[in-house]
């Protein structure tokens, strides 16, 4: 059965601080994995994955790809309150055609 | 205006009622899905369709089923609604060629009493 583990599933941090989120995969023919970001409605793309190595970046969000440890991290240095949301991470098999996540984690960025 | 349009955006409802959540778009996307949210489970897939003529099962479809009017226009039903169904539902869109990004309505919150 494909399945996503996202750790930790709740994290507290000060603004300033850097984080690290992790999500685990274990799926058959991996084709992408995708991040996401939900804050208090719809979610929101942020990345997508297919290359081991390859660091993905965007502002102070960076994500990278382990297909062969099967894992993926997303970075988040300096942090700000308006990180605060719930970060979803995603996985596409080539045989499901659909995306199976992860049951996200929650990040709060205190002042 | 929104790019993906769900309907209604909260509804409270009785054990053993119908309820349709309506999904429509603007982007031209030929694939569409219909995802719930339940607190600490993340998202999980009810059903998707590629085409107006392709209604596939997700991964929880039992007591859900779908209708796709339109490229446009995916509702989803709840043909007897019981309180486990009390959820946040999702309706997605994705272009046809497969880029994996979705683009998420603003969800309908569903309560079954």
């Known amino acids: 059965e494909d399945k996503v583990v996202q750790s930790p599933l709740s994290l507290v941090v000060h603004e300033g601080d850097t984080v690290t989120l992790n999500c685990s995969y274990e799926v058959t023919n991996f084709r992408s994995l995708l991040w996401y970001k939900q804050e208090k409605k719809a979610p929101t793309f942020l990345f997508m994955l297919t290359s081991s190595g390859i660091e993905k970046k965007s502002g102070r969000l960076s994500s990278i790809l382990d297909k062969k440890e099967l894992f993926s991290i997303l970075n988040i240095t300096a942090t700000q309150t308006g990180d605060s949301a719930i970060y979803l991470c995603?996985?596409?098999?080539?045989?499901?055609?659909?995306?199976?996540f992860g049951k996200g984690t929650k990040l709060s960025v205190k002042p | 205006d929104a790019d993906v349009t769900q309907t209604p955006r909260n509804r409270i409802t009785k054990t053993g009622k119908r309820i349709m959540l309506e999904c429509s778009q603007t982007?031209?996307?030929?694939?569409m899905y219909w995802y719930r949210q339940d607190p600490g489970l993340g998202l999980r897939l009810i059903y998707y369709s590629f085409d107006v003529k392709d209604i596939n099962k997700g991964e929880i479809s039992d007591g859900y089923s779908v209708s796709r009017q339109a490229q446009a226009k995916f509702s989803l039903s709840l043909e007897s609604a019981i309180p486990n169904q009390t959820a946040l539902y999702f309706c997605?869109?994705?272009?046809?060629?497969?880029?994996?990004?979705?683009?998420f309505g603003e969800g309908s919150r569903l309560t079954v009493l």
């Open positions: 997605a869109t994705e272009p046809a060629w497969d880029t994996g990004e979705l683009f």
């Open positions: 982007k031209g996307h030929d694939r």
């Open positions: 995603a996985v596409e098999a080539n045989k499901s055609f659909y995306l199976i």
